[in-house]
């Protein structure tokens, strides 16, 4: 399977804009991009996911390299709920593949 | 709120006890999947069903035992657990299984403890 790779952590500003980068150098043409977040004493969430093109919605805004060797997962505006371990993962196009998280990035946003 | 719903959400046994954790979700969905969450590491998928049939089991020792009566509920059976097996346990679902646009929903999970 595609890996990925995340910075284990992040520091945002409140009402701030952050982007959350992740690297993934060996995709293959028929993966998805998908991102979770994980709130403190909560299960995972979906956030947002694309496959060439960027992709918007109410959560955030997901930025695809044009060679699709990397993402970037956007939050337009940091609030203190948005503090969770944000997870990008690959989803191969082919049948009967699971979702398989790694470390993620802890993000932390300051008051 | 996300639809699935687990039971407890803290456990505490011995190792020589026998529990169950619950699983219920009210999505229509026709997947469901349990996950563990060691302090520090990765989530680990455990079970996967598909239409109340699994399709996949990661190796997992045979004190874990999963049950799916029907597609709206899935058991994850404990007997002779060890102090490793302490963790948060995931249930989560989808609407089908391994397809890669497919979003899966989570629960809060169960923390357990085992001493």
Redesign the interface.
């Known amino acids: 399977d595609a890996k990925t790779t995340q910075p284990n952590s992040m520091e945002s500003n409140e009402e701030e804009p952050v982007h959350l980068p992740c690297n993934h150098s060996t995709i293959s043409g028929?993966?998805?991009i998908h991102w979770?977040r994980q709130l403190p004493?909560?299960?995972?969430?979906?956030v947002i996911?694309g496959l060439t093109s960027n992709v918007n919605n109410r959560m955030a805004s997901l930025a695809i390299a044009e060679d699709r060797k990397s993402s970037t997962l956007i939050l337009h505006r940091a609030t203190l709920r948005d503090a969770a371990v944000y997870y990008c993962i690959l989803?191969?196009?082919?049948?009967?593949?699971?979702?398989?998280?790694?470390?993620?990035t802890r993000l932390m946003v300051k008051p | 709120e996300?639809g699935?719903t687990q039971t407890p959400r803290h456990l505490v046994m011995g190792m020589t006890n026998k529990k169950s954790l619950k699983c219920e979700q009210h999505l229509g969905h026709n997947a469901m999947?349990w996950?563990k969450q060691s302090a520090k590491k990765?989530?680990e998928?455990m079970f996967?069903y598909s239409l109340e049939e699994r399709?996949?089991n990661n190796s997992v020792p045979s004190r874990f035992s999963p049950e799916c009566p029907n597609s709206s509920h899935l058991f994850l059976h404990l007997h002779t657990l060890q102090p490793e097996d302490s963790a948060l346990y995931?249930?989560?679902s989808s609407h089908l299984?391994?397809?890669?646009?497919e979003?899966?929903?989570?629960?809060?999970?169960t923390q357990l403890s085992v001493l």
């Open positions: 028929t993966d998805y979770y004493s909560q299960g995972p969430e979906y996911h989803r191969d196009g082919g049948a009967g593949n699971m979702l398989t998280f790694g470390g993620g | 996300t699935v999947y996950y990765p989530l998928l996967v399709v996949e995931l249930c989560a299984m391994g397809d890669p646009y979003k899966l929903f989570f629960g809060s999970g």
